[in-house]
Each structure stands twice: as structure tokens, then as C-alpha cells.
């Protein structure tokens, strides 16, 4: 017999302005007990040290974690000239120094290369897989994985301010997979004078922003302030084409089965369709129906 699940069917999307130090893992634990959730994850990974939005999925939301986990996210992050270390952050040990320092001027002038279409190579210390492992594991175990670059889209990438000459302060909007720590060390190694992130927020992340997040004092007292902080689970499929229902169509696409609608658009884009507001599937437009990838059953 399957394990009954702790906790209640809560459903939607919580917005947190995470503090340094917690994990992102740690936070959602603190969220799902708070609000006695039965079930719950996150849509992107927040080092510890980092702080800003981490998007918590409770109950259904889970099933639409990929479209904010997918989309663009915006990044403000201090990084300190002079030094390599390890792990890419301040947190690792430093491997190399320098004490050349760049200019506002050339910190500019560097910043085109990383901008656009490129190739990233992570972080060791990331959670990216080498042939089964993460490669965090990899090195803890002693290891020095090699990882392959992986393509990125930088959207933005601009200079925000030179608060002395050991530090900058920039701002990136980026695709999925994008690792800041990367961008820093090899911004760094561009301008001969190393560089590893000093501090690190996410300001967006898909359709979420931090206007009402919720703190860390709020999160960690639970309860109905919680709860009534929470945002619907078709929160994450802002921008998405909608298509309004019968209880037909919605007992069609439940079972897995495509539903006509009077609509038009695109082949092959992604849609969902709801009744009386509320999701009841996402899919694909194909022939003037939607094909179901994911159903919403709300207990």
C-alpha cells in the first residue's frame, strides 16, 4: 500500500524573498511545513549565499515549475576583481590573485562578448551531471570534473556601478541555465585581473517579480498570513494563450484526450485551457485542438 502524504492539498505558488544562508531546499521545507502543504518544490536553484525570488510550486503548481523554471530570469551581482577562487564565489578558496584592477571603461567595453548567444562553461562546484554525479559530489569527493560549455542567451548584460576598484556592480537578464558565477570568472579572466561573485540577488524570474514577496520572518511564523500570500497556480502560465471551457472539453482533456475549441493560433504553440477559472490542462495547439501534456486535479 502507497504511502499516505503528509500535510494538506495546497495548491498554488509562493513568492519569497530568500535570505543569505538557507538553501533553496531548506526554504521550501520551511514554506511546506509553514503552510502544512502536502507537497511543494521550487522553480530554480538559489545558492545559499544568494538572496531574492525563489518561486516555491505547492501541490498542482509542481506540475507547472517548467515554465518559470524555463524562462528569463534577472540577476543583480557584485563581483570582486583580484581574485579566482574555487568555487567561482566568495565561499571557495582562492586559487589565483592579481593586482591588476579594470576601469569602468573596460569592465564596459569587456561586456558585449557576454552578451548574446554564447558558450558557458559552469562552476565545478554546480549541480550540473558528469556521467551520473553532480559534479559538486565530484569534487567533494576530490575529483576535478571536466564540464563541457553549454550554450547560453544573454539577454542583458550591463555595468551598474564601480563602488571602489576592487568591486563591480552589474545586472544580467539570462535564459535558462545561465550561471552567474561563471559570468564573473571569465569576465574576470577577460580583463587579466581574475574575479569571483561577491553577492548575488535575483530580482525576476518568469513571470514572478519581488513586489510582495514574502521575508523570512513570515515564512518561518506560517499559518493564514501565509496562506493568504499564496498566488493561483496558473500564475506561472502568464502569457500563455487561455482557452475557456465546457465541462466536455474539461472532461476530455482530464482523461487525456485532445479538446476542440473555437480558436486560432499557432501550430504547435502551448496553451491551456480552464474552467471557471481554474487550470485544467496545459498541452499543445495542433489542429484546432489541445493536446493535454499536463492535467490539474485539484483535491
Known amino acids: 500500500m502507497a504511502r499516505r ?19 533553496s531546499a531548506a526554504v521550501v521545507a520551511v514554506a511546506k511545513r509553514g503552510l502544512d502543504a502536502a507537497k511543494a518544490g521550487h522553480a530554480g536553484t538559489l ?41 567561482d564565489d566568495a565561499e571557495g578558496a582562492v586559487v589565483a590573485t592579481s593586482e591588476l584592477r579594470p576601469a569602468a571603461g573596460e569592465i564596459r567595453a569587456a561586456l558585449p562578448e557576454f552578451t548574446g548567444a554564447i558558450l558557458q562553461v559552469p562552476p565545478q562546484v554546480s549541480a550540473v551531471k558528469v556521467e551520473g554525479q553532480r559534479a559538486y559530489a565530484l569534487v567533494r569527493a576530490g575529483g576535478a570534473p571536466e564540464l563541457a560549455a553549454r550554450p547560453l542567451d544573454v539577454e542583458r548584460l550591463e555595468l551598474v556601478e564601480v563602488p571602489d576598484r576592487d568591486t563591480a556592480v552589474l545586472e544580467m537578464t539570462c535564459g535558462k541555465g545561465g550561471y552567474v558565477r561563471s559570468i564573473a570568472r571569465d569576465l574576470g579572466a577577460r580583463l587579466g585581473c581574475l574575479g569571483h561573485v561577491a553577492g548575488l540577488r535575483r530580482l525576476w524570474s518568469g513571470p514572478f517579480t519581488l513586489e510582495g ?13 501565509l496562506a493568504g500570500r499564496l498566488l493561483p497556480v496558473q500564475a506561472a502560465l502568464a502569457g500563455l494563450p487561455e482557452l475557456a471551457c465546457h465541462d466536455e472539453a474539461a472532461t476530455r482533456l482530464l ?16 496553451a491551456w485551457a480552464s474552467r471557471d477559472g481554474r487550470p485544467v490542462a496545459v498541452g499543445e495547439w495542433r489542429g484546432g485542438a489541445l493536446h493535454p501534456s499536463r492535467v490539474f486535479v485539484f483535491g
Open 5 to 23: 502524504a503528509r500535510g494538506k492539498p495546497v495548491h498554488g505558488w509562493l513568492i519569497v524573498d530568500k535570505p543569505a544562508g538557507p538553501s
Open 47 to 87: 545558492d545559499p549565499a544568494a538572496t531574492g525570488l525563489l518561486a516555491i510550486a505547492l501541490g498542482e503548481a509542481t506540475k507547472t515549475v517548467p515554465f518559470v523554471a524555463d524562462g528569463r530570469k534577472a540577476y543583480r551581482f557584485t563581483v570582486r576583481w583580484g581574485a579566482a577562487t574555487a568555487t
Open 213 to 225: 514577496a514574502v521575508d523570512w520572518a513570515t515564512l518561518e511564523a506560517g499559518g493564514a498570513g
Open 255 to 270: 482523461n487525456g484526450n485532445p479538446a476542440v475549441f473555437a480558436a486560432r493560433l499557432p501550430e504547435a504553440a502551448t
